[in-house]
């Protein structure tokens, strides 16, 4: 099996793309190219990201500790193997999708292994190939307002991205936090709304803090299958 550790990654854009993801790259918690997601805890000035707006160029490694599985190396077999029929002495291990959170939910750790493999890369949940859920689909907002279900907004007028899996609210990223403004408390229920970016259309979910941070915080669905509320 092949792996890599905290990966770098460099990406190269035209100037009008640049300029449209740079607000978005300054609040962002992890990049996903490809099937590889590139993590940045705390954000990317405290992960070590930059930019470079004379090359149009964003540049990071991954924060994470978990490596990418990147291949599996496959003997091949002798010349006229072909024809051979194959015996095994242990049956294969069945393969498929390793999830960050239980319930099939969060980001993808790794495609193509096995259910004992995906427990040794720290995931909560897995699925064998061919029973998969929908692919997950990142889409921005803005308006972000998150308020406790008793007390004051932790956050008004702000900016995010959600993480759908099909139609189900998978994971909330969302920033930036006032440094006058308390923190979300981890385990914490609130209230999120906003619009769409990409369609001006409002949400509403109730979820629960994972991860409270500056710039950006994190949260996942208070109740699993929770389906949009329109306000």
Not at 10 to 19: G, P, Y
Not at 82 to 108: H, M
Not at 164 to 171: A, E, R
Request: net charge negative; aromatic share 10%; hydrophobic share 35%.
């Amino acid at each position: 099996m092949f792996v890599g550790y905290k990966p770098t990654f460099t990406i190269r854009t035209s100037q009008s793309s640049f300029s449209s993801f740079l607000n978005k790259f300054k609040v962002t918690t992890g990049v996903r190219i490809g099937p590889f997601t590139f993590e940045a805890s705390g954000g990317m000035e405290k992960a070590g990201w930059t930019y470079s707006s004379q090359g149009q160029t964003f540049t990071g490694t991954s924060t994470s500790e978990t490596p990418l599985i990147i291949g599996v190396a496959i003997s091949e077999l002798p010349q006229g193997g072909a024809n051979l029929f194959l015996t095994r002495s242990e049956p294969q291990a069945r393969k498929g999708v390793c999830y960050r959170f239980a319930g099939r939910e969060g980001d993808i750790l790794a495609r193509g292994v096995s259910e004992e493999e995906c427990g040794s890369l720290g995931g909560e949940s897995w699925a064998p190939i061919g029973a998969l859920a929908p692919a997950i689909v990142t889409r921005d907002v803005h308006d972000v307002r998150v308020l406790p279900l008793h007390g004051d907004p932790v956050l008004t007028n702000g900016i995010g991205h959600m993480d759908f899996n099909g139609p189900n609210l998978v994971l909330v990223r969302c920033g930036i936090f006032a440094q006058n403004k308390p923190l979300p408390r981890v385990g914490t229920e609130y209230v999120i709304t906003g619009e769409y970016d990409d369609h001006p259309m409002p949400f509403r979910y109730t979820v629960r803090c994972t991860v409270a941070a500056r710039p950006v915080s994190q949260f996942v669905p208070a109740v699993s299958d929770l389906e949009e509320e329109q306000p």
